[in-house]
Nanobody, 123 residues
Framework: QLQFVESGGGLVHAGGSLRVSCVAS????????VGWFRQAPGKEYETVSC????????WYSDIVKDRFTISRDNARNTAYLQMNNLKPEDTAVYSC????????????????WGPGTMVTVSS
């Protein structure tokens, strides 16, 4: 199984910043592209951002483009999502997963998403 453990969520005011992290559990992350996904209360999962194995290729949904930055540190088996200028509509559980990149169309999870970390943005 390609499982991650996420952390770093919390409560932040609108306009604030937060960085969430996910650590690969039981496997070496450098062989896989990684994606961040989120699920807002009562809504479906949506793809937020994806990054290639080397980190050279990234993709962002239009909703978060120019506000969020994805990165990875293969030596630490960890991927990150830096979130700036947060909005109340960014409130969701953020999870990551090993993914298959889909060119310019985002990415698909290869395994189940991790349990996630809750991000709450107050107005």
């Amino acid at each position: 199984q390609l499982q991650f453990v996420e952390s770093g969520g919390g409560l932040v005011h609108a306009g604030g910043s937060l960085r969430v992290s996910c650590v690969a559990s039981g496997f070496t992350m450098d062989r896989y592209a990684v994606g961040w996904f989120r699920q807002a209360p009562g809504k479906e999962y949506e793809t937020v951002s994806c990054i290639s194995t080397s980190g050279e290729i990234t993709w962002y949904s239009d909703i978060v483009k120019d506000r969020f930055t994805i990165s990875r540190d293969n030596a630490r088996n960890t991927a990150y999502l830096q979130m700036n200028n947060l909005k109340p509509e960014d409130t969701a559980v953020y999870s990551c997963a090993a993914v298959l990149l889909l060119g310019g169309l985002g990415c698909d999870a290869l395994d189940a998403w991790g349990p996630g970390t809750m991000v709450t943005v107050s107005s």
